[in-house]
């Protein structure tokens, strides 16, 4: 059984910045594909970040040059360096990993709580 433990999330002031961190407790390297998403209240998840095994980065509109996805394979982390928060980004941030076989299958972390408030 694969796991993803998502950490670093807390409240901040806008402006300021926060690193997430997932914790895999296998090899990232099964996963093509990692990434972050986000949901607040009452909205619908979104991807906010991506990253594949062959280091390709993808990023939401709302967060390009803000944010910053990268991992470790040593490890097995994958980060969110999330910098100049604003209160919009206020959300519960989950990790997922996105392995690859004869069927897809995609692993999701618990997620920890990011509130950016005055």
């Known amino acids: 059984q694969v796991q993803l433990v998502e950490s670093g999330g807390g409240l901040v002031q806008p402006g300021e910045s926060l690193r997430l961190s997932c914790a895999a407790s296998?090899?990232?390297?099964?996963?093509?594909?990692m990434g972050w998403y986000r949901q607040a209240p009452g909205e619908q998840r979104e991807l906010v970040a991506s990253?594949?095994?062959?280091?390709?980065?993808n990023y939401a509109d709302s967060v390009k040059g803000r944010f910053t996805i990268s991992r470790d394979n040593a490890k097995n982390r994958v980060y969110l360096q999330m910098n100049s928060l604003k209160p919009e980004d206020t959300a519960v941030y989950y990790c997922?990993?996105?392995?690859?076989?004869?069927?897809?299958?995609?692993?999701w972390g618990q997620g920890t709580q990011v509130t950016v408030s005055s």
């Open positions: 296998g090899s990232i390297l099964m996963f093509y594909v």
């Open positions: 997922k990993g996105s392995a690859s076989g004869l069927r897809r299958y995609d692993y």
């Open positions: 990253l594949t095994s062959g280091g390709s980065t």
